[in-house]
């Protein structure tokens, strides 16, 4: 079947030739999918400004599967379904955090065409709330983060240690033992954390918004440094895993 429809957030474009783009899409079906959108760049292209990053489109897409060898898929149809882009390129916190949210998605995803309805609505959900200006962007950008992680199998443990699972509370913070440790079992250049910002963390991962909008700036900073602190490591990992299957 060459031609297929399914639904997608426009994660990235890049430029092809004179004229076209390589889009690299998150679809609902079909995982992660790059495709060529040709002639989006000349003046009065139909679908131009619909596969641009933050827009959820509906498209058609040809399949070019040529004797087993894949080559990208062209983008036949594109209609708008919410048109996030506006709302979030025009606000320099949303388009910022937006921008992470885009590029966390892709990263998270290792594998094109692995489907996760999960991660797409996941998506969809932070670029509503992002253009919807519903809360603070960096609080949506994490809670994210968090719950995307969650779905790659990365969620962090904020009940209890890590290690021992004792019940806690406890201050520390160590990203390679996965969450929150004890003091027996805190590695060095474990971070020190506020029950604030772990009740913070707690929050964003459930979703728990009267929680996570009423913390104050400084605990919120604090939960972004560990959640990016959390991130980085693990992508950097996923990235050295990739690096070692391609040799
Ligand atoms: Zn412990």
């Not at 080559?71 to 048109?83: G, K, N, R, S, Y």
């Not at 990203?175 to 004890?182: E, K, N, Y």
Request: with cysteine; proline share 5%.
């Amino acid at each position: 079947m060459p031609l297929y429809r399914d639904e997608a957030v426009v994660l990235r474009t890049q430029k092809l030739g004179e004229a076209d783009r390589i889009v690299t899409l998150l679809t609902r079906r079909h995982g992660r999918v790059r495709a060529v959108a040709k002639g989006v760049r000349r003046t009065g292209s139909r679908f131009g400004a619909r596969v641009e990053p933050f827009m959820q489109v509906d498209l058609q897409l040809h399949s070019a599967n040529h004797e087993g060898a894949r080559t990208l898929d062209t983008v036949t149809q594109a209609e708008t379904i919410a048109p996030f882009g506006e709302a979030i390129a025009t606000d320099y916190g949303r388009y910022t955090a937006g921008t992470a949210v885009l590029e966390t998605a892709e990263r998270l995803t290792a594998e094109e065409r692995e489907p996760s309805l999960r991660l797409y609505l996941l998506v969809v959900g932070a670029l509503r709330s992002l253009a919807e200006g519903a809360h603070t962007p960096t609080l949506v950008l994490d809670a994210f983060i968090l719950r995307a992680m969650a779905i790659a199998g990365y969620e962090p443990t904020l009940d209890g240690c890590a290690r021992c699972g004792d019940p806690g509370p406890h201050r520390f913070f160590a990203v390679p033992a996965g969450g929150m440790v004890c003091s027996e079992h805190r590695p060095p250049g474990s971070a020190t954390v506020s029950q604030p910002a772990v009740a913070l963390l707690h929050a964003l991962l459930e979703g728990d918004w009267s929680v996570a909008d009423a913390a104050d700036a400084r605990t919120q900073r604090e939960g972004s440094g560990l959640v990016a602190a959390y991130l980085q490591w693990h992508l950097e990992r996923g990235l050295r895993s990739l690096r070692l299957v391609e040799r």
